[in-house]
């Protein structure tokens, strides 16, 4: 029986595929077309085959949150009924990018999907990220979510 490939592995050889097409495309379009249409793609297939295979829709973050299944280490910010908050505080996404010196195609793989799929798992959750990332050599990446049509009180 032959092991499933781990998520890095998976995103390792997307990569090998998926960055000479960018190359290509960056050579004809232009590098901001071009990673504008890849990223869209990426993230609408992404959403789809996730939203398709995660029961956890529409629940709290913390139910099933980024870190699961992951190479990554997070550590929770805030979290309390109607907001919640982590920081990544390491990504071997980020970190295998880095090395083979390519972060911006890294982010068009697995950062550029965050938000539509944050969109489709949880409607009703509002999703951002802070102006900082790993794969762009932050010292952490910022995620907050925050209930739709709740305002915040001190808990």
Same mark, same amino acid.
């Not at 998976?10 to 595929?17: D, E, H, L, S």
């Not at 960018?22 to 890849?38: D, F, P, Q, T, Y």
């Not at 990223?39 to 029961?55: F, K, L, N």
């Not at 959750?125 to 049509?149: H, I, N, S, V």
């Given at each position: 029986?032959?092991? =499933?490939?781990?998520? #890095?592995?998976?995103?390792?050889?997307?990569?090998?595929? %998926?960055?000479?097409? %960018?190359?290509?495309? *960056?050579?004809?379009?232009?590098? *901001?077309?071009?990673?504008?249409?890849?990223?869209?793609?990426?993230?609408?297939?992404?959403?789809?085959?996730?939203?398709? /295979?995660? +029961?956890?829709?529409?629940?709290? +973050?913390?139910?099933?949150? @980024?870190?699961?299944?992951?190479?990554?280490?997070?550590? @929770?910010? *805030?979290?309390?009924?109607?907001?919640?908050?982590?920081?990544?505080?390491?990504?071997? !996404?980020?970190?295998? !990018?880095?090395?083979? &010196?390519?972060?911006?195609? &890294?982010?068009? #793989?697995?950062? &550029?999907? $965050? !938000?539509?799929?944050?969109?489709?798992?949880?409607? $009703?959750? *509002?999703?951002?990220?802070?102006?900082?990332?790993?794969?762009? &050599?932050? +010292?952490?990446?910022?995620?907050?979510? /925050?209930?739709?049509? /709740?305002?915040? =009180?001190?808990?």
């Amino acid at each position: 029986m032959t092991a =499933k490939p781990s998520m #890095l592995d998976a995103v390792k050889i997307q990569a090998r595929i %998926v960055i000479p097409i %960018v190359k290509a495309l *960056e050579s004809e379009l232009g590098r *901001e077309r071009a990673h504008a249409i890849v990223g869209q793609a990426i993230a609408d297939a992404y959403a789809s085959w996730q939203g398709g /295979r995660t +029961p956890l829709r529409n629940t709290h +973050p913390r139910e099933g949150n @980024v870190a699961h299944n992951f190479p990554v280490e997070t550590e @929770v910010v *805030e979290d309390t009924d109607s907001a919640f908050g982590i920081n990544m505080t390491r990504c071997q !996404f980020a970190e295998y !990018f880095r090395e083979i &010196g390519e972060p911006e195609i &890294g982010a068009l #793989l697995t950062c &550029g999907v $965050d !938000f539509a799929t944050q969109a489709k798992l949880r409607p $009703d959750w *509002e999703f951002g990220r802070g102006t900082q990332t790993l794969m762009k &050599g932050a +010292p952490y990446c910022d995620f907050r979510w /925050r209930l739709r049509g /709740r305002e915040q =009180k001190s808990e």
